[in-house]
């Protein structure tokens, strides 16, 4: 879910009006968000291009609809001192002088309490959408789990690559009749960083080769020959020297808790889209239009 709040710079302000002055650039179900809004996101409004200002004013639209709608259907807001808890957690974090820290990232002050607010009203969020989490089905771990097999296994092995599946199978047939893998690997393998080694590929999680290599990484048996295998690169005949597999229940909290995340995501992303649906958004003219679904972004003027 943190991936999609983290694109909303959510403001220190109320749903019923947003703290800026000067003239609306943009309402939102009719609460105006205002051309100093925008500029207070900026370090300076000099050095704000149009493709920055229109994005900064997208992240406040944004803001405003998840700020009513939190609002209004869970009654979420937060009194100064919890924004200001928060802020002062985060400046304290810093290393080294703050106004130099915020200069080097191109941010300021009012910038860090957006992010503060951020925060505070992501985690409400979290808690009130994951009331909504369901059970975790057997097939949902199943599936995370062979992902976590690609990138938490441990696979020792070699390997030859040929350019034609009769090249790979001649191979097979030379080192069942007793020639040593690694000796043909240096004479004919075209891998030119593990040929001359022998085909020997190290250990590595299998997550780290392309998908069907990393498949057969996990499929073959230990210590036998095993392909061809056909990649974008050409034929492999490979060579599982060990591997090490995580077992089930050793990751299962881990995986369950992964799922989770991964089901709050997405409810999160329904529930704003529904919202932004919702929402009654108008742009200024000068600034451009806003486009709904499935961008969700403002269009500059023709």
């Known amino acids: 879910m943190r991936k999609y709040l983290v694109l909303l710079f959510i403001v ?7 703290s800026g002055t000067g003239k609306a650039v943009a309402t939102v179900n009719g609460v105006a968000i205002t051309l100093g809004d925008v500029e207070a996101l900026a370090p300076s409004s000099d050095t704000m291009d149009t493709a920055t200002f229109d994005g900064n004013l997208r992240n406040l639209i944004v803001e405003q609809v998840v700020l009513q709608a939190a609002e209004q259907e869970w009654n979420l807001s937060f009194d ?126 299998p997550s780290s080769f392309v998908p069907s290599f990393a498949q057969a990484l996990l499929e073959a048996p230990v210590g036998e020959l095993y392909g061809p295998v056909q990649t974008e690169y050409g034929f492999h005949v490979i060579r599982v020297d060990s591997r090490d597999v995580p077992a089930l229940e050793d990751i299962k909290s881990q995986l369950e808790d992964q799922i989770k995340r991964q089901q709050g995501a997405a409810l999160f992303k329904d529930w704003i889209t529904s919202k932004l649906d919702a929402a009654t958004i108008e742009v200024e003219s000068k600034y451009g239009t806003w486009s709904g679904a499935p961008d969700y972004t403002i269009t500059p003027q023709a």
């Open 80 to 205: 100064a001192t919890a924004v200001d808890d928060r802020y002062n957690e985060m400046v304290n974090s810093i290393d080294g002088d703050v106004d130099q820290y915020l200069s080097d990232n191109g941010i300021t002050k009012g910038t860090l309490r957006h992010i503060a607010i951020q925060q505070l009203l992501g985690t409400a969020i979290d808690k009130q959408l994951s009331t909504q989490i369901g059970p975790i089905s057997d097939a949902d771990l199943q599936t995370a789990y062979e992902g976590a097999k690609q990138a938490q296994s441990n696979v020792c092995a070699h390997h030859i690559l040929v350019a034609t599946e009769d090249e790979a199978n001649a191979v097979i047939d030379r080192i069942n009749a007793g020639e040593s893998f690694e000796d043909i690997a240096k004479e004919l393998s075209i891998d030119t960083k593990t040929g001359p080694e022998g085909g020997d590929l190290g250990c590595n999680a």
């Open 12 to 18: 220190a302000l109320v749903a019923s009006a947003c």
